[in-house]
């Protein structure tokens, strides 16, 4: 079975600072793969999904970018943070075409 | 446009007792329709979904979910609530786009429950 791997657990970053998150999974090949981000501990908005290397789709415009350099590992940026880029981010797979979601145990970030 | 409705932000409810946690859904076609939870600074797992079949589905932790065509509705059910189920709850319905999967998730509702 699938397992996901997500460092740091928690951050705090100054606001204008780097991101980079990074997300790894075991047990599956060619996963689908995904970001989610949780806001004040309650609903999940999509950010990106990846269905292969380099293949990425945003769901929303916004300071976040999302990078996919092998086949198991997802990678969540920015240049420059802001306040609003707060929140407990989750990564997720599914393999191929797979109906439900794996997730992983997800990063608290904290901007200030 | 495929969405969830979680209409309850807490349901509190006596360790022992039934408890539902309700959600509605607005889908074109079928809906495959699926339950996590969240227990505090972790993940979701999965606790169950409806794809086809029985309207009635179970889970893990002795969770079940009922669904029904005419309600629009996928309540999640446990008949004898446990301390430890306390949690936010995630109604989720999978979208197509492009060929592709994805889950729209509910707002969540947090469950408590008490001794």
């Known amino acids: 079975s699938q397992t996901i791997h997500q460092w740091p657990a928690t951050l705090v970053q100054p606001v204008g600072s780097p991101l980079s998150l990074e997300c790894t999974v075991e047990g599956t090949s060619n996963p689908n793969l995904y970001w989610y981000r949780q806001a004040a501990g309650r609903g999940l908005q999509l950010l990106f999904y990846s269905v292969g290397i380099g293949q990425i789709s945003s769901e929303v415009p916004q300071n976040l970018s999302a990078s996919r350099p092998q086949d198991r590992q997802f990678i969540l940026s920015s240049k420059k943070l802001l306040l609003s880029d707060s929140g407990f981010y989750l990564c997720a797979c599914s393999p191929g075409q797979g109906n439900y979601l794996y997730f992983g145990p997800g990063t608290r970030l904290t901007v200030t | ?115």
């Open chain 2, 1 to 115: 446009a495929q969405s969830v409705a979680q209409p309850e932000d807490q349901v509190n409810v006596a360790e022992g007792n039934p408890l539902t946690v309700k959600c509605t859904y607005s889908v074109s076609g079928n809906p495959y329709l699926f339950w996590y939870v969240q227990y505090p600074n972790r993940g979701l797992q999965f606790l169950l979904k409806y794809i086809t079949g029985d309207n009635l589905v179970k889970g893990s932790y002795g969770f079940e979910a009922e669904f029904n065509k005419s309600q629009t509705s996928f309540h999640l059910k446990k008949p004898s609530a446990l301390v430890s189920d306390s949690a936010l709850y995630f109604c989720a319905v999978r979208r197509l786009s492009g060929g592709y999967n994805k889950l729209i998730f509910g707002a969540g509702t947090r469950l408590a429950v008490h001794p």
